[in-house]
Nanobody, 119 residues
Framework: QVQLVESGGGLVQAGGSLRLSCAAS????????MGWFRQAPGKEREFVAR????????VYADSVKGRFTISRDNAKNTVYLQMNSLKPEDTAVYYC????????????WGQGTQVTVSS
């Protein structure tokens, strides 16, 4: 089992920045891919970014490319999502998730952290 705990959400004005953290504990592995997802009210959950724990390779959704950066700190077992130039449409609950590299489904999820961007 892997436990994921997100933190760092909050209220910010458009154009501002926030950094989300996802602390992983339990049976973590360098064979995992860590992802960030978000879900806005009335909308489906959508992919934001992911990072391969072992290699640091990253992938981003087009909507956040150039504004968000995903990174990891192996020593702290923590994944970060630096969010810059925030827009009101970035408002959502942000979730951290983990899956085994090569598999399609994320199997571990955090509880989510609210990000609200005011215009």
């Amino acid at each position: 089992q892997v436990q994921l705990v997100e933190s760092g959400g909050g209220l910010v004005q458009a154009g501002g920045s926030l950094r989300l953290s996802c602390a992983a504990s339990g049976r973590t592995s360098s064979n995992y891919i860590m992802g960030w997802f978000r879900q806005a009210p009335g909308k489906e959950r959508e992919f934001v970014a992911r990072i391969t724990w072992s290699t640091g390779n990253t992938v981003y959704a087009d909507s956040v490319k150039g504004r968000f950066t995903i990174s990891r700190d192996n020593a702290k077992n923590t994944v970060y999502l630096q969010m810059n130039s925030l827009k009101p449409e970035d408002t959502a609950v942000y979730y951290c998730a983990a899956k085994v590299s090569g598999s399609a489904k994320y199997i571990y999820w955090g509880q989510g952290t609210q990000v609200t961007v005011s215009s």
